[in-house]
């Protein structure tokens, strides 16, 4: 929603601005759908030849992302703590391995039912599965499974900024593609030059057009973009990262409240419970 909004504002400001002072927007509009087609159709060119299947296809997904809300809020890391207490709190009582069959059909556990938003995240429930049956088969100690968790995490990482540093390329070279537009324009005005002043006035103008739209659509809908998506990234980060301090900190010793507390202070404040919000919540599940 805020992307339309902004990408509204940029609009009515650069055109508002133009026609308030008395400038031809006929002749931009003339020359828009060509620059369009030329400078989209060499962008997208560029982006299939510069990056492999997986990239391209995490970049559409990615890009769909941005026009949706976070699923990332307040209400799904109280889920997500909630299960991570529930899963901690039974193997406490009834030992490592009561949590077995949990781990290894988590889609058929009441536990991981429960929490119907989060354990319908595969990314989040293979995560979660992977280190409790690392925990369960007892063969690594807290300091191992750290070292692994942060490999994964690193790689997920790397992944998702894949598509965030193949957006910032596509920014970076709108700009140059607007200029072979509207070099394209210039000889083809220069070819005309027979023409009467207004004539090739109009030519002049439709073909620095280009220029303008490649520098536009680079810095006001290619790098917003690419900058939200990053933000995303580090959202689904920062759950991983909560469910790895979770977890470290049961196999430290520490009881399920008190692990969930460690994960809690490291999610942002925005999205962070309080103590007591968190305890309620966890009481009513």
Known sequence: MFVLV???????????????????IGVVLKALPFELITIGGATMGAFVANNQKKVIHATLHGLGSCFKASKYNKARYMDLMALMYDILQKARKEGLMAIENDVENPHESLVFKKYPVVGSDHHVLDFITDYLRMMVSGNLNAH?????????????HQEAHAAVAALQRVAGGLPAF??????????????SVGQPPAIL?????????????????????????????????????????????????????????TAIEFGRQILFSTERPT????????KRK
């Open 201 to 257: 006035g109009g030519m002049i103008g439709s073909a620095l057009v280009g220029t303008f739209l490649g520098i536009l659509l680079s810095y006001a809908f290619a790098e917003p973009l690419a900058g939200l998506l990053e933000q995303k990234v580090e959202e689904s980060g920062k759950e991983l990262q909560c469910i790895k301090t979770i977890l470290l900190a049961s196999m430290q010793g520490y009881n399920p409240t």
């Open 178 to 191: 607007g200029i072979v537009a509207a070099v394209l324009g210039v000889v083809n005005t220069m070819g």
């Open 275 to 282: 103590f007591n919000e968190l305890e309620e919540h966890v």
């Open 6 to 24: 902004g990408w509204f504002m940029c609009i009515v400001c650069v055109f508002g601005v133009f026609i308030f002072h008395g400038g031809n």
């Open 144 to 156: 191992e499974i750290e070292s692994i968790m942060d490999g994964a995490i690193d790689t997920h």
